[in-house]
Protein backbone atom coordinates (compact mmCIF):
# COMPACT_ATOMS: atom_id res chain seq x y z
CA UNK A 1 0.00 0.00 0.00
CA UNK A 2 1.36 3.37 -0.97
CA UNK A 3 0.66 6.40 1.65
CA UNK A 4 1.54 9.41 1.46
CA UNK A 5 2.54 10.40 4.65
CA UNK A 6 2.29 14.13 4.93
CA UNK A 7 -0.43 16.68 2.41
CA UNK A 8 -2.17 19.63 3.51
CA UNK A 9 -5.91 19.64 2.57
CA UNK A 10 -6.99 21.33 -0.45
CA UNK A 11 -9.91 22.41 -2.05
CA UNK A 12 -12.02 21.21 -3.45
CA UNK A 13 -11.24 17.83 -2.05
CA UNK A 14 -11.49 16.35 -5.49
CA UNK A 15 -7.71 18.01 -6.28
CA UNK A 16 -6.66 16.14 -3.80
CA UNK A 17 -7.92 12.67 -4.92
CA UNK A 18 -6.87 13.48 -8.44
CA UNK A 19 -3.41 13.82 -7.42
CA UNK A 20 -3.19 11.02 -5.33
CA UNK A 21 -4.95 8.72 -7.94
CA UNK A 22 -2.17 10.35 -10.85
CA UNK A 23 0.78 9.21 -8.55
CA UNK A 24 -1.22 5.65 -7.80
CA UNK A 25 -1.28 6.72 -4.06
CA UNK A 26 -3.71 4.74 -1.91
CA UNK A 27 -4.11 6.84 1.59
CA UNK A 28 -3.41 10.38 2.25
CA UNK A 29 -2.26 11.50 6.04
CA UNK A 30 -4.27 14.89 5.61
CA UNK A 31 -2.76 18.15 8.23
CA UNK A 32 -4.75 21.19 8.29
CA UNK A 33 -3.44 24.40 7.00
CA UNK A 34 -4.56 27.92 6.91
CA UNK A 35 -3.19 28.96 3.11
CA UNK A 36 -4.78 27.10 0.36
CA UNK A 37 -1.73 27.58 -2.19
CA UNK A 38 -3.67 24.80 -4.37
CA UNK A 39 -5.92 27.95 -5.42
CA UNK A 40 -3.38 30.24 -7.16
CA UNK A 41 -2.03 30.24 -10.77
CA UNK A 42 -0.07 33.37 -10.75
CA UNK A 43 2.34 34.81 -8.10
CA UNK A 44 0.04 37.91 -7.24
CA UNK A 45 -2.06 35.13 -6.12
CA UNK A 46 0.09 32.99 -4.34
CA UNK A 47 1.88 36.14 -2.33
CA UNK A 48 -2.29 37.08 -1.40
CA UNK A 49 -2.71 33.69 -0.31
CA UNK A 50 0.84 33.14 1.52
CA UNK A 51 0.99 36.43 3.68
CA UNK A 52 -1.57 34.26 5.76
CA UNK A 53 1.16 31.76 6.66
CA UNK A 54 4.19 33.69 6.81
CA UNK A 55 2.08 35.89 9.87
CA UNK A 56 1.31 32.14 11.36
CA UNK A 57 5.57 31.50 10.61
CA UNK A 58 6.58 34.52 12.01
CA UNK A 59 4.47 33.78 15.63
CA UNK A 60 2.21 37.15 15.33
CA UNK A 61 -1.19 35.86 15.82
CA UNK A 62 -2.60 36.00 18.89
CA UNK A 63 -3.15 32.90 21.26
CA UNK A 64 -6.82 33.52 20.59
CA UNK A 65 -6.69 33.48 16.90
CA UNK A 66 -4.47 31.01 16.85
CA UNK A 67 -6.84 28.79 18.91
CA UNK A 68 -9.97 29.48 16.82
CA UNK A 69 -8.31 28.92 13.47
CA UNK A 70 -6.90 25.42 14.42
CA UNK A 71 -10.08 24.10 15.32
CA UNK A 72 -11.58 25.08 12.38
CA UNK A 73 -9.23 23.58 10.42
CA UNK A 74 -9.11 20.45 12.10
CA UNK A 75 -12.47 20.30 11.93
CA UNK A 76 -11.86 20.06 7.86
CA UNK A 77 -9.78 17.51 8.54
CA UNK A 78 -11.86 15.50 10.45
CA UNK A 79 -14.81 15.93 8.07
CA UNK A 80 -12.55 15.34 4.94
CA UNK A 81 -11.76 11.68 6.56
CA UNK A 82 -15.18 11.23 7.33
CA UNK A 83 -16.35 11.87 3.97
CA UNK A 84 -13.28 9.54 2.27
CA UNK A 85 -12.47 6.62 5.15
CA UNK A 86 -10.59 4.53 2.65
CA UNK A 87 -8.23 7.41 1.19
CA UNK A 88 -7.71 9.53 4.04
CA UNK A 89 -6.31 9.64 7.24
CA UNK A 90 -5.57 13.15 9.92
CA UNK A 91 -3.44 14.67 12.10
CA UNK A 92 -4.47 17.91 14.04
CA UNK A 93 -2.59 20.84 15.42
CA UNK A 94 -2.31 21.74 18.92
CA UNK A 95 -1.91 25.22 19.82
CA UNK A 96 1.83 26.24 20.95
CA UNK A 97 1.26 28.56 24.45
CA UNK A 98 -1.54 26.55 26.26
CA UNK A 99 -0.72 25.39 29.73
CA UNK A 100 -0.58 21.66 30.54
CA UNK A 101 -4.10 21.34 31.34
CA UNK A 102 -4.99 23.05 28.50
CA UNK A 103 -2.92 21.34 26.22
CA UNK A 104 -4.18 17.68 27.77
CA UNK A 105 -7.84 18.68 27.32
CA UNK A 106 -7.31 19.90 23.91
CA UNK A 107 -5.55 16.50 23.05
CA UNK A 108 -8.57 14.65 24.23
CA UNK A 109 -11.01 16.82 22.12
CA UNK A 110 -9.37 17.89 19.17
CA UNK A 111 -7.60 15.20 18.40
CA UNK A 112 -8.72 11.65 20.54
CA UNK A 113 -11.96 12.70 19.80
CA UNK A 114 -11.91 12.84 16.25
CA UNK A 115 -10.00 9.69 15.61
CA UNK A 116 -7.06 11.53 14.66
CA UNK A 117 -3.66 9.56 14.29
CA UNK A 118 -0.77 12.51 15.33
CA UNK A 119 -0.32 15.75 15.99
CA UNK A 120 1.21 18.46 14.00
CA UNK A 121 2.68 19.95 11.41
CA UNK A 122 4.32 22.53 14.45
CA UNK A 123 6.00 25.01 12.34
CA UNK A 124 7.93 27.30 15.16
CA UNK A 125 9.18 30.40 13.93
CA UNK A 126 11.43 30.59 16.93
CA UNK A 127 13.32 29.29 19.83
CA UNK A 128 10.44 29.71 22.27
CA UNK A 129 7.87 28.06 20.52
CA UNK A 130 10.10 24.85 19.88
CA UNK A 131 10.76 24.75 23.59
CA UNK A 132 7.03 25.48 24.32
CA UNK A 133 6.64 22.08 22.30
CA UNK A 134 7.89 20.45 25.76
CA UNK A 135 4.30 21.56 27.10
CA UNK A 136 2.73 19.34 24.19
CA UNK A 137 4.97 16.22 24.49
CA UNK A 138 4.40 16.51 28.25
CA UNK A 139 0.87 16.30 27.94
CA UNK A 140 0.92 13.41 25.30
CA UNK A 141 2.74 11.42 28.27
CA UNK A 142 -0.08 12.11 30.53
CA UNK A 143 -3.08 11.54 27.72
CA UNK A 144 -1.95 8.87 25.20
CA UNK A 145 1.00 8.73 22.36
CA UNK A 146 0.83 10.05 19.53
CA UNK A 147 3.73 10.89 16.88
CA UNK A 148 4.63 14.74 16.89
CA UNK A 149 4.89 16.06 13.16
CA UNK A 150 7.58 18.84 13.30
CA UNK A 151 8.59 21.27 10.34
CA UNK A 152 12.78 21.52 10.38
CA UNK A 153 13.08 23.29 6.94
CA UNK A 154 14.19 26.93 6.61
CA UNK A 155 13.03 29.25 9.29
CA UNK A 156 13.79 26.94 11.25
CA UNK A 157 18.02 26.71 12.22
CA UNK A 158 20.12 24.79 13.08
CA UNK A 159 19.10 25.95 16.77
CA UNK A 160 15.79 25.49 16.70
CA UNK A 161 16.84 21.58 15.45
CA UNK A 162 18.85 20.87 18.62
CA UNK A 163 16.37 21.97 20.66
CA UNK A 164 13.97 19.40 19.47
CA UNK A 165 16.50 16.97 19.18
CA UNK A 166 16.59 17.51 23.13
CA UNK A 167 13.28 16.74 23.18
CA UNK A 168 13.45 13.38 21.27
CA UNK A 169 16.00 12.64 23.80
CA UNK A 170 14.31 13.52 27.03
CA UNK A 171 10.63 11.80 25.72
CA UNK A 172 12.11 8.68 24.16
CA UNK A 173 8.84 6.81 23.69
CA UNK A 174 7.41 9.95 21.57
CA UNK A 175 7.66 9.52 17.70
CA UNK A 176 8.97 12.53 16.35
CA UNK A 177 8.78 13.30 12.52
CA UNK A 178 11.54 15.61 11.37
CA UNK A 179 9.27 17.50 8.60
CA UNK A 180 11.65 17.89 5.30
CA UNK A 181 14.91 15.80 6.61
CA UNK A 182 16.18 19.21 8.44
CA UNK A 183 16.34 21.53 5.60
CA UNK A 184 19.84 22.39 4.82
CA UNK A 185 20.66 20.29 8.29
CA UNK A 186 19.64 16.94 6.35
CA UNK A 187 23.01 15.40 7.34
CA UNK A 188 23.10 16.43 11.20
CA UNK A 189 19.44 15.02 11.23
CA UNK A 190 20.21 11.90 9.87
CA UNK A 191 23.29 11.57 11.97
CA UNK A 192 20.93 11.72 14.83
CA UNK A 193 18.29 9.81 13.53
CA UNK A 194 20.43 6.84 13.78
CA UNK A 195 20.92 6.85 17.58
CA UNK A 196 17.67 7.77 18.53
CA UNK A 197 14.77 5.02 17.60
CA UNK A 198 12.01 7.81 17.93
CA UNK A 199 13.03 9.65 15.23
CA UNK A 200 11.58 9.76 11.39
CA UNK A 201 12.42 11.17 8.27
CA UNK A 202 10.53 13.09 6.66
CA UNK A 203 11.28 13.41 2.70
CA UNK A 204 9.17 15.98 1.17
CA UNK A 205 10.41 19.87 0.16
CA UNK A 206 13.81 17.84 -0.77
CA UNK A 207 15.81 19.58 -2.54
CA UNK A 208 18.81 17.44 -3.19
CA UNK A 209 18.35 14.64 -4.33
CA UNK A 210 21.78 13.19 -3.03
CA UNK A 211 19.91 13.77 0.22
CA UNK A 212 16.80 12.01 -0.10
CA UNK A 213 19.40 9.14 -1.14
CA UNK A 214 21.64 8.82 1.74
CA UNK A 215 18.87 9.14 3.92
CA UNK A 216 17.12 5.74 2.28
CA UNK A 217 20.65 4.19 2.56
CA UNK A 218 21.36 4.43 6.06
CA UNK A 219 17.99 4.53 7.74
CA UNK A 220 15.47 2.21 5.08
CA UNK A 221 13.57 1.39 8.22
CA UNK A 222 12.38 5.17 9.20
CA UNK A 223 12.03 7.14 6.09
CA UNK A 224 8.53 8.39 5.20
CA UNK A 225 7.49 9.54 1.75
CA UNK A 226 5.34 12.31 1.15
CA UNK A 227 4.64 15.44 -1.11
CA UNK A 228 3.83 17.97 1.08
CA UNK A 229 1.04 19.12 -1.64
CA UNK A 230 0.04 21.47 -2.33
CA UNK A 231 3.76 22.83 -2.14
CA UNK A 232 5.10 19.51 -3.77
CA UNK A 233 3.64 16.78 -6.12
CA UNK A 234 2.51 13.54 -5.24
CA UNK A 235 3.50 11.91 -8.43
CA UNK A 236 6.88 13.69 -8.07
CA UNK A 237 8.05 12.69 -4.73
CA UNK A 238 6.84 8.84 -5.48
CA UNK A 239 9.30 9.45 -8.51
CA UNK A 240 11.94 10.54 -6.34
CA UNK A 241 11.93 7.55 -4.03
CA UNK A 242 11.95 5.02 -6.34
CA UNK A 243 14.71 6.62 -8.47
CA UNK A 244 16.96 7.13 -5.79
CA UNK A 245 16.39 3.82 -3.66
CA UNK A 246 19.47 1.58 -3.06
CA UNK A 247 16.45 -1.24 -3.73
CA UNK A 248 12.79 -1.97 -4.68
CA UNK A 249 12.91 -3.45 -0.92
CA UNK A 250 13.61 0.29 0.42
CA UNK A 251 11.65 2.15 -1.76
CA UNK A 252 8.02 -0.27 -0.74
CA UNK A 253 9.20 0.72 3.08
CA UNK A 254 9.36 4.50 2.29
CA UNK A 255 6.49 4.93 0.65
CA UNK A 256 4.04 3.08 3.20
CA UNK A 257 4.98 0.03 5.60
CA UNK A 258 7.20 2.52 7.67
CA UNK A 259 4.14 4.81 8.16
CA UNK A 260 1.47 1.89 8.38
CA UNK A 261 3.73 0.46 11.58
CA UNK A 262 4.01 3.89 12.96
CA UNK A 263 0.73 4.69 12.65
CA UNK A 264 -0.57 0.94 13.43
CA UNK A 265 -2.74 0.74 10.72
CA UNK A 266 -2.79 -3.12 10.37
CA UNK B 1 17.56 20.29 -28.20
CA UNK B 2 17.23 19.42 -24.30
CA UNK B 3 20.30 21.28 -22.18
CA UNK B 4 21.09 20.79 -18.61
CA UNK B 5 22.22 24.32 -17.80
CA UNK B 6 24.25 23.47 -14.64
CA UNK B 7 26.03 20.22 -13.52
CA UNK B 8 28.91 19.68 -11.49
CA UNK B 9 31.79 17.60 -13.50
CA UNK B 10 31.62 13.73 -12.07
CA UNK B 11 34.43 11.19 -12.54
CA UNK B 12 34.11 8.94 -14.10
CA UNK B 13 32.99 11.18 -16.57
CA UNK B 14 30.89 8.56 -17.90
CA UNK B 15 28.59 8.57 -14.79
CA UNK B 16 27.93 11.88 -15.94
CA UNK B 17 27.05 10.47 -19.77
CA UNK B 18 25.18 7.96 -18.37
CA UNK B 19 22.79 9.93 -16.18
CA UNK B 20 22.41 12.71 -19.00
CA UNK B 21 21.40 9.50 -21.34
CA UNK B 22 18.98 8.29 -18.86
CA UNK B 23 17.20 11.47 -18.89
CA UNK B 24 17.67 12.11 -22.98
CA UNK B 25 19.55 14.91 -22.48
CA UNK B 26 21.24 16.10 -25.34
CA UNK B 27 24.00 18.59 -23.44
CA UNK B 28 25.00 19.70 -20.69
CA UNK B 29 26.46 22.87 -19.10
CA UNK B 30 29.45 21.83 -16.80
CA UNK B 31 30.67 23.58 -13.89
CA UNK B 32 33.80 23.32 -11.55
CA UNK B 33 33.50 21.93 -8.43
CA UNK B 34 35.93 20.80 -5.14
CA UNK B 35 34.06 17.96 -3.81
CA UNK B 36 32.65 14.96 -5.89
CA UNK B 37 30.00 13.67 -3.25
CA UNK B 38 28.77 11.12 -6.32
CA UNK B 39 31.46 8.74 -4.80
CA UNK B 40 29.71 8.52 -1.77
CA UNK B 41 27.39 5.86 -1.21
CA UNK B 42 27.02 6.59 2.62
CA UNK B 43 26.53 9.47 4.84
CA UNK B 44 30.26 9.27 6.14
CA UNK B 45 32.01 9.31 3.13
CA UNK B 46 29.58 12.08 1.85
CA UNK B 47 30.48 13.53 5.22
CA UNK B 48 34.36 13.25 4.21
CA UNK B 49 33.78 14.64 0.64
CA UNK B 50 31.58 17.72 1.68
CA UNK B 51 34.35 18.80 4.57
CA UNK B 52 35.91 20.33 1.62
CA UNK B 53 32.69 22.16 -0.20
CA UNK B 54 31.86 23.59 3.48
CA UNK B 55 35.19 24.95 3.98
CA UNK B 56 35.15 27.12 0.55
CA UNK B 57 31.72 28.03 1.49
CA UNK B 58 32.84 29.18 4.56
CA UNK B 59 35.31 31.43 3.28
CA UNK B 60 38.14 30.01 4.97
CA UNK B 61 40.36 29.08 2.21
CA UNK B 62 43.33 31.02 1.69
CA UNK B 63 43.13 33.32 -1.87
CA UNK B 64 46.37 30.89 -3.05
CA UNK B 65 44.57 28.45 -2.44
CA UNK B 66 41.39 29.00 -4.35
CA UNK B 67 43.76 30.27 -7.39
CA UNK B 68 45.33 27.13 -7.77
CA UNK B 69 42.25 24.51 -6.80
CA UNK B 70 40.15 26.53 -9.46
CA UNK B 71 43.08 26.23 -12.19
CA UNK B 72 42.85 22.73 -11.73
CA UNK B 73 39.59 22.55 -11.67
CA UNK B 74 38.70 24.42 -14.47
CA UNK B 75 41.30 22.22 -16.74
CA UNK B 76 39.12 19.34 -15.74
CA UNK B 77 35.96 20.92 -17.38
CA UNK B 78 38.29 21.98 -20.08
CA UNK B 79 39.60 18.50 -21.18
CA UNK B 80 36.03 17.15 -20.57
CA UNK B 81 34.70 19.32 -23.04
CA UNK B 82 37.72 19.02 -25.75
CA UNK B 83 37.13 15.26 -25.05
CA UNK B 84 33.25 15.41 -25.76
CA UNK B 85 32.65 18.24 -27.73
CA UNK B 86 29.09 17.41 -28.89
CA UNK B 87 27.73 16.82 -25.31
CA UNK B 88 29.51 19.16 -23.04
CA UNK B 89 29.92 22.67 -23.14
CA UNK B 90 31.87 24.57 -20.02
CA UNK B 91 31.62 27.48 -17.55
CA UNK B 92 34.72 28.61 -15.62
CA UNK B 93 35.04 29.64 -12.01
CA UNK B 94 36.61 33.54 -11.07
CA UNK B 95 38.44 33.56 -7.59
CA UNK B 96 36.60 36.54 -5.81
CA UNK B 97 38.88 39.02 -3.90
CA UNK B 98 41.40 39.62 -6.64
CA UNK B 99 42.39 43.11 -8.20
CA UNK B 100 40.53 44.46 -11.16
CA UNK B 101 43.63 43.83 -14.08
CA UNK B 102 43.79 40.34 -12.52
CA UNK B 103 40.64 39.54 -12.91
CA UNK B 104 40.93 41.16 -16.38
CA UNK B 105 43.74 38.77 -17.02
CA UNK B 106 41.98 35.38 -15.53
CA UNK B 107 38.92 36.00 -17.87
CA UNK B 108 41.36 36.41 -20.84
CA UNK B 109 43.48 33.61 -19.89
CA UNK B 110 41.13 30.86 -17.82
CA UNK B 111 37.73 31.68 -19.78
CA UNK B 112 37.90 32.81 -23.13
CA UNK B 113 41.25 30.75 -23.86
CA UNK B 114 39.71 28.03 -23.01
CA UNK B 115 36.50 28.76 -25.20
CA UNK B 116 33.93 28.84 -21.90
CA UNK B 117 30.63 30.16 -22.17
CA UNK B 118 30.31 32.02 -18.69
CA UNK B 119 31.21 32.34 -15.34
CA UNK B 120 30.19 30.91 -12.05
CA UNK B 121 29.06 28.91 -9.71
CA UNK B 122 29.95 31.87 -7.19
CA UNK B 123 29.36 30.34 -3.85
CA UNK B 124 29.44 33.39 -1.71
CA UNK B 125 29.51 32.66 1.35
CA UNK B 126 28.87 36.37 3.25
CA UNK B 127 27.92 39.24 2.13
CA UNK B 128 31.58 40.92 1.43
CA UNK B 129 32.05 38.50 -1.09
CA UNK B 130 29.23 39.26 -2.56
CA UNK B 131 30.28 42.82 -2.97
CA UNK B 132 33.24 41.22 -4.29
CA UNK B 133 31.19 40.32 -7.71
CA UNK B 134 31.40 43.82 -8.34
CA UNK B 135 35.11 44.03 -9.60
CA UNK B 136 34.41 40.44 -11.62
CA UNK B 137 31.15 42.01 -13.61
CA UNK B 138 33.49 45.26 -13.80
CA UNK B 139 36.16 43.23 -15.43
CA UNK B 140 33.18 41.72 -17.86
CA UNK B 141 32.61 44.87 -18.69
CA UNK B 142 36.49 45.81 -20.26
CA UNK B 143 37.00 42.24 -21.38
CA UNK B 144 33.61 40.30 -23.01
CA UNK B 145 30.18 39.59 -21.59
CA UNK B 146 29.66 36.29 -20.06
CA UNK B 147 26.51 35.12 -17.88
CA UNK B 148 27.08 35.02 -14.41
CA UNK B 149 25.96 32.25 -12.43
CA UNK B 150 25.43 33.21 -8.43
CA UNK B 151 24.54 30.38 -6.11
CA UNK B 152 21.32 32.25 -4.00
CA UNK B 153 20.30 28.88 -1.98
CA UNK B 154 21.38 28.42 1.84
CA UNK B 155 23.76 29.82 2.94
CA UNK B 156 23.16 32.82 0.78
CA UNK B 157 20.56 35.23 2.63
CA UNK B 158 17.90 37.75 1.42
CA UNK B 159 20.47 40.14 2.20
CA UNK B 160 23.16 38.97 0.16
CA UNK B 161 20.35 38.09 -3.09
CA UNK B 162 19.51 42.38 -2.52
CA UNK B 163 23.20 42.92 -2.84
CA UNK B 164 23.38 40.70 -6.33
CA UNK B 165 19.81 42.35 -7.38
CA UNK B 166 21.94 45.91 -6.87
CA UNK B 167 25.00 44.45 -9.42
CA UNK B 168 21.97 43.04 -11.90
CA UNK B 169 21.23 46.77 -11.90
CA UNK B 170 24.06 48.40 -12.24
CA UNK B 171 25.15 45.98 -15.11
CA UNK B 172 22.47 45.57 -16.98
CA UNK B 173 24.01 44.16 -19.99
CA UNK B 174 25.51 41.16 -17.86
CA UNK B 175 23.09 38.10 -17.65
CA UNK B 176 23.05 36.83 -14.06
CA UNK B 177 21.65 33.41 -13.79
CA UNK B 178 19.65 33.10 -10.07
CA UNK B 179 21.13 29.76 -9.13
CA UNK B 180 18.49 28.08 -7.25
CA UNK B 181 15.62 30.72 -7.79
CA UNK B 182 16.57 32.57 -4.37
CA UNK B 183 15.82 29.02 -2.41
CA UNK B 184 13.29 30.16 0.05
CA UNK B 185 13.33 33.94 -0.95
CA UNK B 186 11.86 32.60 -4.65
CA UNK B 187 8.66 34.84 -4.20
CA UNK B 188 10.93 37.66 -4.51
CA UNK B 189 13.51 36.54 -7.05
CA UNK B 190 10.48 35.64 -9.67
CA UNK B 191 9.35 39.02 -8.88
CA UNK B 192 12.57 40.74 -9.69
CA UNK B 193 13.16 38.74 -12.79
CA UNK B 194 9.85 40.19 -14.26
CA UNK B 195 10.95 43.91 -14.06
CA UNK B 196 14.76 42.96 -14.98
CA UNK B 197 15.76 41.49 -18.26
CA UNK B 198 19.01 40.14 -17.42
CA UNK B 199 17.63 38.04 -14.73
CA UNK B 200 17.69 34.42 -15.59
CA UNK B 201 16.27 31.79 -13.12
CA UNK B 202 17.52 27.91 -12.50
CA UNK B 203 15.46 25.82 -11.59
CA UNK B 204 17.59 23.20 -9.64
CA UNK B 205 17.38 22.73 -5.75
CA UNK B 206 13.44 23.05 -6.15
CA UNK B 207 12.05 21.79 -2.88
CA UNK B 208 8.59 23.18 -3.49
CA UNK B 209 7.31 22.21 -7.16
CA UNK B 210 4.80 25.18 -6.53
CA UNK B 211 8.11 27.62 -6.79
CA UNK B 212 8.76 25.75 -9.98
CA UNK B 213 5.87 26.25 -11.32
CA UNK B 214 4.89 29.77 -10.71
CA UNK B 215 8.81 30.58 -12.11
CA UNK B 216 7.02 29.01 -15.00
CA UNK B 217 3.85 30.09 -15.66
CA UNK B 218 5.25 33.91 -14.97
CA UNK B 219 8.95 33.90 -16.93
CA UNK B 220 8.43 30.95 -19.49
CA UNK B 221 11.27 32.77 -21.28
CA UNK B 222 14.01 32.86 -18.70
CA UNK B 223 13.57 29.66 -16.40
CA UNK B 224 16.21 27.21 -17.50
CA UNK B 225 16.27 23.69 -16.85
CA UNK B 226 19.14 22.03 -14.72
CA UNK B 227 19.61 19.56 -11.87
CA UNK B 228 22.66 20.44 -9.98
CA UNK B 229 23.77 16.89 -10.61
CA UNK B 230 25.18 15.63 -8.51
CA UNK B 231 23.13 17.00 -6.08
CA UNK B 232 19.90 16.30 -7.88
CA UNK B 233 19.57 13.97 -10.70
CA UNK B 234 18.66 15.04 -14.54
CA UNK B 235 15.92 12.45 -14.84
CA UNK B 236 14.17 13.99 -11.77
CA UNK B 237 14.75 17.45 -12.80
CA UNK B 238 13.14 16.87 -16.10
CA UNK B 239 10.52 15.63 -14.98
CA UNK B 240 9.65 18.27 -12.90
CA UNK B 241 9.62 20.81 -15.36
CA UNK B 242 7.51 18.37 -17.66
CA UNK B 243 5.18 17.69 -15.37
CA UNK B 244 4.50 21.64 -13.69
CA UNK B 245 4.65 23.63 -17.01
CA UNK B 246 1.39 25.63 -17.78
CA UNK B 247 2.30 23.77 -21.22
CA UNK B 248 4.20 21.49 -23.77
CA UNK B 249 5.89 25.14 -25.28
CA UNK B 250 6.77 26.11 -21.64
CA UNK B 251 8.54 23.01 -21.26
CA UNK B 252 10.68 23.26 -24.62
CA UNK B 253 11.88 26.65 -23.54
CA UNK B 254 13.01 25.50 -20.43
CA UNK B 255 14.55 22.37 -21.32
CA UNK B 256 16.19 23.88 -23.95
CA UNK B 257 15.70 27.17 -25.94
CA UNK B 258 16.31 29.94 -23.52
CA UNK B 259 20.12 28.34 -23.00
CA UNK B 260 20.66 27.99 -26.62
CA UNK B 261 19.43 31.77 -26.47
CA UNK B 262 21.22 33.02 -23.80
CA UNK B 263 24.58 31.10 -25.01
CA UNK B 264 24.01 31.91 -28.45
CA UNK B 265 24.26 28.25 -29.38
CA UNK B 266 22.49 28.75 -32.90
Chains 1, 2 share one sequence.
Request: proline residues 5%; hydrophobic residues 40%.
Amino acid sequence: MVIDSHEHIMFPIKMQLDKMDAAVVDKTVLFCTAPHPEKAGTLKELEEEMAALNKILAGSNTKEDNISRLKKNIAEVAEAVRAYPDRFLGFGAVPLGMELEETEKWIDTQITSNSLYGIGEFTPGNERQIRQLDTVFQALMDTRIYPVWVHTFHPVTMEGIKLLMSLCEKYPDIPVIFGHLGGSNWMDVIKFAKEHDNVYLDLSAAFASIATKIALAELPERCLYSSDAPYGEPYLYRQLIEFVSPDKRTAEMALGENISRLLELY
